[in-house]
């Protein structure tokens, strides 16, 4: 027998938890975790000896912000598994990160961890509105990357019912999404808009489908692309937040309010630093998301630099949850661009074009340098009717969107209309920016 849909996965006690409660919860786990890697990881070891300071130094949670950082850097020297806690024989998972230069790295996970996993990512699919009746579609990549296998798991423990349709076949996915009723759609935003452009095209209304929560995550995304998604598949869509060194997905996760994604913090602390100097920045800025880990076992990770910005917000959200919220990433430090010595991210440039009718939200960005001067180019392809139109009305029409572009930026951007589907769609995480600077 399923479990009836009040019962879905809403851990109270943990979700609500007062903030006092909390981070005492929070520092007997991170001291435990640093014990835990001071004897068992050499790497966090050594960093910890060079720098004097020893896990019982760590006596409030302030004190984190001694501690050295762990970067990308750390795990590929360690690879493939010098950064685990635990024998090999304790590890019953291993998956691995979607990096596409350099070796991969490599996290492993014991059976509490995938224990843990589920339990967080059933978490915020219930705080997106996923319930035991729902038929939950998930177009993700089953293999080393986390997506598919983390929802797939939180989905099952929520009693839903599952469609391990994994990504590709575009044409397959709509028709198993009509044919078996699927209400809850799991992939990355941009392979969300592919699929309402499949469905308009084969003249299928997206509305008529069973569809009904969209949750998404994997990859930097705009409130713009939100409600263009939301327009045209006639889902709420959801933001969920993770990354595969400190778990994959179920880091954090929106609820219906979608006011930001609430970090589970009984599992994970989290802090906001100046990537530029590493200092540990007041509430309410803006900045790069540094991650530790406190309950894992196989891969503990301590002051993760994730390189994503955002900015964390503490109040208590009105669904009763206590754990603080990141805003939706402006995307990561590395894909910043600097364009005549102003920094711009790709998400600022998608809110501007989404906001521009005619525009379709189809986008790529070339970065070029002629001598010394960097220079950026965006392509957007734009409906049939401003494609074929007269050259007088398209030049205005170019005109119109690099004004704004550059009252949005600070700085200006040359704009290419390029035909309906010209720019290469991704099953996965879009690739926005191509950089001929290297
Ligand atoms: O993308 C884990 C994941 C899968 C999360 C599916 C959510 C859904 P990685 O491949 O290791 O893991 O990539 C992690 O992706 O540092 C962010 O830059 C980006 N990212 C993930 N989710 C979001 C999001 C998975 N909701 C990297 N918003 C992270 C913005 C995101 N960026």
């Known amino acids: 027998m399923k479990q009836s849909a009040t019962t879905a996965i809403w851990d109270r006690d943990n979700e609500c938890m007062p903030r006092e409660q909390l981070e005492t919860l929070q520092l007997q786990r991170l001291q435990q975790t ?3 890697v001071n004897v068992h990881v050499p790497c966090y070891k050594s960093k910890f000896s060079a720098l004097q300071i020893s896990p019982s130094d760590v006596k409030t949670l302030e004190d984190l912000a001694k501690l050295p950082f762990t970067t990308k850097e750390d795990l590929r020297l360690n690879y493939p598994y010098g950064m685990f806690a635990v024998p090999m024989r304790d590890v019953v998972r291993i998956h691995s990160s ?5 070796k991969p790295t490599v996290v492993g996970y014991t059976r509490n961890d995938l224990n843990t996993w589920t339990q967080l990512a059933a978490r915020f699919m219930t705080a997106a509105g996923v319930t035991p009746d729902d038929i939950v579609h998930i177009a993700f990549g089953y293999g080393l990357f986390t997506g598919a296998f983390g929802l797939h798991y939180g989905a099952e423990e929520i009693g839903a019912s599952v469609i391990p349709m994994s990504s590709g076949n575009t044409d397959k996915q709509i028709m198993i999404m009509q044919d078996y009723l699927s209400s809850a759609l799991v992939c990355t935003p941009s392979y969300a808009l592919t699929l309402a452009d499949r469905m308009e095209k084969q003249g299928i209304d997206p509305h008529r489908l069973s569809l009904k929560v969209g949750l998404f995550g994997g990859e930097p995304w705009s409130e713009e692309m939100r409600r263009e998604i939301e327009k045209r598949l006639g889902v709420v869509a959801t933001d969920n937040y993770g990354l595969s060194e400190v778990m994959g997905p179920g880091v954090a996760g929106e609820c219906q309010h979608q006011c930001g994604m609430h970090i589970f913090e009984d599992h994970f602390i989290a ?16 900045g790069e998301l540094v991650l530790t880990s406190i309950t894992k076992e196989a891969f503990p990770i301590i002051r993760y630099r994730t390189r994503d910005i955002t900015r964390l917000e503490y109040d208590t959200c009105a669904c009763g949850r206590t754990h603080v919220r990141m805003m939706k990433t402006m995307g990561r430090s590395d894909d910043m661009l600097i364009i005549k010595g102003v920094n711009v991210f790709p998400t600022q440039i998608e809110e501007v074009l989404f906001q521009v009718e005619g525009c379709e939200p189809h986008y790529q960005l070339v970065v070029e340098r002629t001598g010394t001067m960097d220079t950026l180019e965006v392509q957007v392809e734009v409906n049939e009717r401003i494609f074929f139109d007269e050259m007088k009305k398209q030049r205005a029409f170019v005109d119109k969107l690099e004004k704004r572009l550059l009252s949005t930026l600070g700085v200006g951007a040359r704009v290419k209309l390029v035909e309906p589907s010209t720019i290469t769609r991704h099953e996965g995480k879009a690739k926005r920016v191509i950089d001929k600077r290297q």
């Not at 802090?271 to 803006?286: A, F, Q």
């Open 271 to 286: 802090e906001i630093i100046d990537p530029e100097t590493g200092e540990v920045l007041p509430r309410g800025s803006i």
């Open 34 to 36: 640093l014990e835990r």
């Open 98 to 102: 979607s990096g596409t230069t350099g």
